[in-house]
């Protein structure tokens, strides 16, 4: 048997009884059980992440192939301990790809970001409103802003993970999500929502 999670995707590399899988010529650095212990705790997780953007075969290819990268590059790199910033600025790069070839951006958008303006209470013209606020307080903000936020509401990564894959220090990523949010809640129009936002703190 090989090595598969809740979506159907199969662990690259991890056949059975020691068998290659889909990565092969590769020095093996570091055992199967790492390597598998490392793709179960963070499958889901990357899944959820590129399925939003895409749909559900999409993400599945996406995720399959970010893999095949990833254990080929910590291979080479064994002595990286828990490389999520690596496995997602991989995914980062394969879905910008997918969405580029589609005429489409990678970035944060206002349905990321419901419950930073008061969640999802409310009529459908409310909600209306709500996602056109978002979406134009979204504009105001820097690149690497938007990029910060991505990270953090739609992959779902902590300070820490997110501050691995943007490529910058954790208190640096801090301050730099900190000031997206206060952004957001100065912007025009988000007056309304300020009572959700600020409630809420930027935690690892």
């Known amino acids: 048997m090989t090595l598969q999670d809740q979506s ?17 010529a590769v020095p093996v650095a570091l055992g199967e059980a790492e390597f598998g212990a490392f793709y179960h705790a963070h499958v889901d997780k990357l899944f959820a ?9 999409v993400g599945k290819e996406l995720a399959d192939l970010v893999f095949e990268q990833f254990f080929v590059w910590w291979q080479q790199h064994p002595d990286q301990a828990e490389p999520v910033g ?14 580029r070839r589609r005429g489409r951006e990678l970035t944060v958008e206002p349905s990321d970001l419901q419950d930073l303006a008061g969640g999802t209470d409310g009529d459908d013209f409310a909600a209306v409103d709500r996602h056109h606020d978002l979406r ?3 504009a105001t903000l ?10 953090k509401y739609v992959a779902n990564l902590s300070v820490v993970e997110c501050a691995e894959t ?12 900190g000031k997206a949010r206060v952004a957001l809640r100065q912007a025009p ?3 309304a929502y300020n009572g959700a936002g600020t409630a809420k703190e930027v935690r690892g």
Do not use: H, W
């Open 189 to 191: 129009g988000m007056d």
């Open 166 to 177: 943007l490529g910058t220090g954790v208190d640096n990523m801090k301050k730099i999500l």
């Open 8 to 24: 159907g995707m199969v662990a690259p590399g991890l056949g059975a009884a020691g068998s290659p899988g889909t990565v092969r």
């Open 142 to 151: 820097t690149e690497q802003q938007r990029q910060a936020l991505l990270m």
């Open 49 to 57: 992440f590129l399925s939003r953007r895409t749909d559900r075969d």
């Open 86 to 99: 690596m496995l997602f600025r991989l995914a980062r790069c394969r879905l910008y790809d997918y969405l």
């Open 136 to 138: 134009k307080a979204l």
